[in-house]
């Protein structure tokens, strides 16, 4: 009888939490497809303000600005990350410094990395923009990486490499051809991870944008709309946003699992 | 070329990367604390104590007291919440557990800015709870519930409790079973077993939880200004008025260096705990 009302108010402990975790986000994305637009009254489903979204240029060029600053610094941090991790691996023996700079990136509070790259931008008399964005987000973005493919790293049969290079491939043929193949899930997972958090990177980007609109990124453009007030159009500009950020993680998270256990 | 040659070749770009992009600007942090502030903003370059001495005066220090202040109460009540439901977690059938821990951390991936926006969806004068407290027949007027510092905590506690739920089911997991029942078999109570057993080894998750909610909160300037609205200050707030509006760098820096000095501390603290308590468990291995 005891288990009985333990097992109940263990249900109803979860059905509380996920209540509280999922209600806001659902009424949310509901309410991005109510016609009138208004959280007071439902008059109707409509694919309207997702309409309104396509026709606003601020929004879509900071989505573009976005897209160009998630590229390219999943691109650079994949290759430093992975390099980093297949040097920190092969080593072995890294002090305790090392490690704590390679760690570093993932605890750092976003506000003490912004200000702190504000600071270094100005005092060295830098433009700022995307590329300033792009080189920032590199920073978290390399340690991600880095960590998801050592992850795999741990479980990799090191024989192979030797095996390789006993048969006279040169390091650059080891690392390509034999180390690559095993990696890709963990790279991919560890891409699309870092593409994923510098979407949604917002403090960072905004403090080393520079002035000016022309590198306002998506994040940025969103809480310039909320701090106006809650509209029709931000309801579905964030639905769209918490969309392709759960699909892409869930993917990484994927692969990940699978290389692991592979 | 030996094997170390080739791991630092491969290491030295991302390495050199950090060292310039996050250990210089850090530390360039550290010194612009100690710097005078320019009369009309810049920075002048003779050394001063006195942007530390100010984040000590009162005016400022409240603020301090403030931040901690809510920073510990949403850590706090995201760890009652997510040890329950960590705990709710673990006490389902084993096969269930890693789809229920999957749907905890959803929410956690997707964007800090559109959670805390959800909240001022339902929270705002025209929003949900009110028209639902209408519904059932309140009449009367509501009290603002956004732009209060209940809204922040909310919106801490919700941002981050995902976080809580995992750092707490890690070591509910991998709890025995056999040694509760033990207790349970020595006579006691489902709630004395839990107070003096399953706690207390447990401890080390809710002390990760807490201390990362708290540093994550305690520099948090987002979910103030959003949820907030103004109505007062965090210490990321002054921050960022120091840097963005005030103009007052080396303050801003004497600021942020003292809230790291506080986060780091708090991080070692936890990593101590950490520690001992896989001391503990290596003890009992070995008895």
Known sequence: ?262 | MSTDRRALILMSPAILWLLALMVVPCVLILVLAFFQRGIYGGIEYTWTLENLALVFDPLYFKIFLKSAGIAGLSAGIACVLGYAAAYAIAAMPRRNQPLLLFFAVLPFWSNYLVRTYAWIVLLNREGLIVNLARWIGYQGELPSMLYTEQAVVIGLVYNYLPFVILSCYAPLSRLNPEITEVSRDLGASAWTTFRRVTLPMTVPGIATGFVFVFVLSIGNFVTPALLGGGQFQMIGNLVYAQFLTANDWPFGAALSMVLIAVMLGLLMAQATVAERAAGMKKDQGNG
């Open chain 1, 1 to 262: 009888m005891a288990e009985r009302n333990t097992f109940r108010l263990m249900l109803l402990i979860l059905g509380v939490v996920f209540a509280f975790l999922y209600i806001p986000i659902s009424v949310l994305v509901g309410l991005s497809f109510n016609e009138g637009g208004l959280p007071t009254a439902w008059t109707g489903f409509s694919f309207k303000w997702y309409g309104a979204l396509l026709e606003n240029d601020d929004i879509l060029g900071a989505a573009a600005n976005t897209v160009v600053v998630a590229i390219c610094s999943t691109i650079l941090s994949t290759f430093l990350g992975t390099f980093l991790a297949v040097g920190v691996e092969i080593r072995r023996r890294n002090g305790k410094w090392l490690e704590t700079v390679i760690f570093a990136p993932m605890i750092i509070p976003d506000i003490v990395l912004a200000i702190a790259l504000l600071s270094f931008f100005s005092l060295l008399g830098a433009k700022m923009g995307l590329h300033t964005i792009i080189v920032s987000h590199v920073v978290f973005n390399l340690a991600f990486v880095c960590a998801v493919v050592r992850a795999r790293l741990k479980s990799f049969d090191w024989s192979i490499v030797e095996a390789s290079a006993d048969l006279g491939a040169s390091t650059i043929t080891t690392l390509y051809r034999v180390m690559v193949p095993v990696l890709t899930p963990a790279i991919v997972a560890g891409a699309l991870l870092a593409f994923t958090l510098s979407v949604d990177e917002f403090i960072i980007a905004f403090f080393t944008a520079g002035a000016g609109r022309s590198s306002i990124t998506l994040p940025m453009q969103i809480y310039a709309m909320i701090r106006f007030g809650v509209t029709p159009e931000i309801n579905a500009l964030a639905s769209i946003v918490m969309t392709v950020s759960v699909i892409c993680l869930a993917l990484s998270q994927r692969l990940n699992k699978g290389g692991l256990s592979g």
